[in-house]
């Protein structure tokens, strides 16, 4: 292996990893507050996709299209999480969540491909990022560059918003005491439609900035499911840092492992997972 | 709590029954005068765009038909199964479309294995099976039958097709190849293989790339195939995978350090757009847009006005596929299998590539494979064959004396 191919597979392995981190934030955010399994999180991730392509189709030609409809999209996909939220109130105890949100998983590709058909999209790179940068030789995709940049900063935006806001403190509060919050006046289901809100919007947002690097497609939900439910577990179910760096193990073990054996990448991947779980069951920085 | 009397549960039972049996004569009557045939393709899975699409032109045909005044006066019936890349799947629906339904006519599906599957069952029960995709050669080698019908090039004469291809460029020294890591990967690669060293055997292949299906990250792959330099590369990626390797290549300028010549399947061309790189090259089975018979501008017109998109290759070989089951039927004045095949042998038949002829032996069709270099028109918004080639694949097919003794091989 050459310098050129460990950087280049390097930087590949993060970006694969920091969009995971972006879809595992929400599911992340979600779990920590409300203590709700959404097994279609991933589906929200498609659904930003979606929503955000023809967003963008139909600003195309105006300036920073993209970025508009990466917000739009976030806010679209953001509705439809307070609404999936509004049907998993009533439902207390994990395994009914996981029903429930299993099957919504195949009414929201049902509905994916009745309203966009079953064809690929693609979305080129916006302008600026659309190109590479040659450090010491080594050609590096500017978009690679830019996700990781901008998930780093979703995640810092999140944490920022729950450690030094006062909605991020009544978030914090009602994850220890929902009676107590209730009881001081606060809405909570308000509050957690919020959340779920704000988590749903992060997962959307990441579809679309996903999209450039692929395609998009009925099925890139399926694709996510796995890992980013593996991400959230052994870096601790409700822990942002945590997510954060079982994002970058996994990415980097799914990128080296390709170079290794490709059939096995993912086969790798759970291999890190078994370790982590039997070194420390309840995540990497989750709370035992 | 009411207890059911032992009189009124018989009469119930019995009153069920007779509805069953009354209204069976009123069933029938309603299917009198209907052909009923049966598309068996894989709409659930990794398949679905391709199985949509083969049932969409599935569906133009039986449109056609009907307004033709259907086979032998009767109006056409198209039923529609979901194998889901399964096999079982597959011959529960076989079975069922045969024995319950009494279909004339299946055709499909995606996957080799569930038709190979399949074939078996048509056999068994003498109903014709007409493969509109392409893939194993299997199926019409030693899994051959009278009832298979292979209408659309084998694997084995899309990579002859494609080696032809690649063989043009003269000034290609070296060369890598890289294909999904499964059958039909393999086998193209080794189709391709034995036919381009005879045809150049000065080019020499670097090193051959095995990513598996649905494979996310391109990038090592990418830079380990600029790293060799060489000058051609032939990929047969196709679908999401093929947009995914060209979008993450793209930055790295790979498509213009070298030639490439890929499979040009319609669903990742079309969902590439304008993104398609320039300069390549491609192969691919029935390129609607390229192929620029009076036929098939009409068929193009027809799909695009009740689908509201262009067809695929996978649309026009299934379009194809029931036209010529028509076609058989009104020479033999029968939609009865055996006397469909007798028809049948040896006929040739038009199709919206062309005329085509189906070998006597193994009822193999001339289908060509197309190639060409690959151009964005505007007029659709996707690169097409700008010209498309057609490439005789009769060279690469197994004589009749071969296909008999691997036939009489398999059965022992």
Redesign the interface.
């Known amino acids: 292996m050459t310098f050129v191919t460990f950087l280049n597979q390097f930087i590949s392995g993060a970006t694969y990893g920091l969009v995971l981190f972006m879809v595992a934030l929400g599911l992340a955010l979600i779990f920590g507050v409300m203590s709700i399994v959404n097994l279609a999180h991933p589906s929200l991730y498609m659904l930003g996709a979606f929503f955000g392509y023809f967003i963008w189709f139909s600003l195309k030609g105006y300036y920073l299209s993209f970025w508009l409809s990466v917000i739009l999209a976030g806010l679209a996909v953001a509705c439809a999480g307070i609404i999936l939220e509004f049907f998993l109130r009533p439902l207390r105890e994990h395994t009914e969540q996981i029903l429930f949100t299993y099957a919504f998983i195949y009414i929201i590709a049902d509905l994916v491909k009745m309203f966009w058909g079953g064809r690929y999209y693609t979305l080129p790179r916006p302008p600026g990022l659309d190109g590479s940068v040659t450090v010491g030789g080594i050609i590096l995709p500017t978009y690679n560059l830019f996700i990781i940049g901008v998930s780093l900063l979703m995640g810092a935006l999140l944490w920022l918003l729950l450690s030094k806001t006062k909605l991020g403190k009544i978030i914090r509060a009602a994850v220890f005491d929902r009676e107590m919050v209730a009881m001081l006046g606060i809405r909570l289901p308000w509050l957690f439609a919020l959340v779920f809100g704000i988590g749903a919007f992060v997962a959307g947002a990441a579809g679309l900035l996903a999209a450039p690097m692929g395609s998009i497609a009925v099925g890139m939900d399926a694709e996510m499911i796995v890992p980013v439910f593996v991400v959230c577990i052994i870096g601790g179910m409700g822990s942002f840092s945590g997510a954060l760096i079982a994002s970058l193990i996994i990415g980097e073990v799914y990128a080296f492992g390709i170079l290794v054996l490709p059939q096995m990448a993912m086969a790798f991947m759970f291999v890190v997972v078994v370790v982590i779980l039997i070194i420390r069951p309840q995540g990497i920085l989750g709370r035992s | 709590m009411e207890r059911y009397s032992k009189g009124k549960v018989l009469a119930c039972v019995v009153g069920i029954l007779a509805l069953c049996f009354i209204t069976l004569p009123f069933t029938s009557a309603a299917n009198a005068g209907t052909v009923k045939l049966g598309l068996i393709t894989d709409l659930t899975g990794?398949a679905?765009?391709t199985a949509?699409d083969s049932a969409d032109g599935a569906r133009v045909a039986v449109d056609r038909i009907n307004a033709e005044g259907g086979i032998l006066g009767n109006k056409v019936e198209l039923l529609v199964r979901d194998s889901a890349l399964k096999t079982d799947m597959g011959v529960s629906h076989a079975r069922e479309l045969i024995l319950d339904k009494k279909v004339n006519l299946i055709v499909g599906p995606i996957s080799s294995g569930v038709r190979l599957a399949i074939s078996d069952v048509c056999r068994v029960f003498k109903v014709v099976l007409i493969d509109g995709i392409g893939g194993s050669v299997s199926l019409h080698r030693e899994r051959g039958h009278d009832y298979f019908w292979q209408l659309s090039v084998p694997t084995s004469g899309e990579s002859y097709g494609a080696a032809v291809g690649c063989s043009i460029f003269k000034e290609v020294e070296t060369m890598v190849t890289i294909a999904p890591?499964y059958v039909w990967g393999r086998q193209e690669i080794e189709g391709f293989t034995a036919p381009f060293k005879e045809m150049r055997p000065d080019v020499k292949i670097l090193e051959n790339y095995?990513?598996?299906l649905?494979?996310?990250?391109y990038?090592?792959y990418i830079?380990?195939i600029i790293?060799k330099k060489p000058d051609l590369m032939y990929s047969v990626l196709y679908?999401?995978d093929w947009?995914?390797f060209v979008?993450?290549a793209k930055?790295?300028?790979l498509f213009e350090k070298m030639q490439v010549f890929c499979f040009a399947e319609a669903?990742?061309q079309?969902?590439?757009?304008?993104?398609a790189p320039e300069g390549t090259w491609g192969f691919g089975r029935a390129p609607a847009p390229s192929i620029r018979t009076p036929q098939m501008k009409t068929f193009i017109k027809a799909y695009k006005e009740k689908m509201g998109?262009w067809p695929s290759d996978a649309s026009v070989t299934t379009y194809d596929a029931f036209m010529v089951f028509k076609y058989g039927a009104e020479k033999a004045k029968s939609i009865d299998g055996p006397a469909w095949v007798k028809a049948m042998k040896g006929a040739t038949v038009e199709t919206l590539r062309g005329t085509l002829t189906f070998r006597q032996c193994d009822n193999l069709s001339n289908s060509p494979e197309y190639i060409g270099p690959l151009v964005y028109e505007p007029e659709y918004g996707f690169v097409v064959f700008k010209p498309a080639l057609a490439i005789d694949t009769a060279p690469i097919a197994l004589s009749c004396e071969e296909i008999m003794q691997l036939r009489k091989k398999a059965k022992k």
């Open positions: 990794a679905f765009v949509r890591d095995w990513p598996k649905g494979e996310k990250d990038t090592p830079t380990a790293a679908g999401g947009i995914n979008k993450q930055p790295y300028g669903s990742s079309i969902g590439l757009g304008k993104e998109r």
